[in-house]
C-alpha cells in the first residue's frame, strides 16, 4: 500500500533552517506529485508547496515564496522541503500528501490521495 513518512522536524530559533523529507513507498504508478501543507494550531490546513511527478514545475504559497524551496530525488523515492529564515508564524504540523494525477501539481488539498502522518516544526525563542 502507499505509505508516505515525514522527517526532519523540530524545535529551531526564528531565522534558522531546516529540511523536511517525505519517504514515498507502495506506489502503482513511477513517480507521484508531491505537496507539502501544514497545519498551525486552531488553523485550516494549508498549502505550502508542491512538486510535479518529474520534478520540473514547483508552485510556493507566498507566505514562504523565496524561503522555503521544494525538491526530489526519484531514486530515493524522496521530495524535500528546505526552509530557510524560519518564522514564528511557520510553525505547525507539516504534511506530505501524493497525488496520482496525469496533471500538474496543485496545492488543494481536495486533489491527493495519500497523506503521511505529519511532523511538527515549532519556530520559537
Known amino acids: 500500500q502507499v505509505q508516505l513518512v515525514e522527517s526532519g522536524g523540530g524545535l529551531v530559533q526564528p531565522g534558522g533552517s531546516l529540511r523536511l523529507s517525505c519517504a514515498a513507498s507502495g506506489f502503482t504508478v513511477p513517480y507521484y506529485n508531491i505537496g507539502w501543507f501544514r497545519q498551525a494550531p486552531g488553523k485550516e490546513r494549508e498549502g505550502v508547496s508542491c512538486i510535479s511527478s518529474s520534478g520540473d514545475s514547483t508552485y510556493v504559497a507566498d507566505s514562504v515564496k523565496g524561503r522555503f524551496t521544494i525538491s526530489r530525488d526519484n531514486a530515493k523515492n524522496t521530495v524535500y522541503l528546505q526552509m530557510n529564515s524560519l518564522k514564528p508564524e511557520d510553525t505547525g504540523v507539516y504534511y506530505c500528501?501524493?497525488?496520482?494525477?496525469?496533471?500538474?501539481?496543485?496545492?488543494?488539498?481536495?486533489?491527493?490521495?495519500?497523506w503521511g502522518q505529519g511532523t511538527q516544526v515549532t519556530v520559537s525563542s
Open positions: 500528501a501524493a497525488d496520482s494525477r496525469p496533471l500538474g501539481p496543485s496545492l488543494s488539498l481536495a486533489v491527493y490521495d495519500y
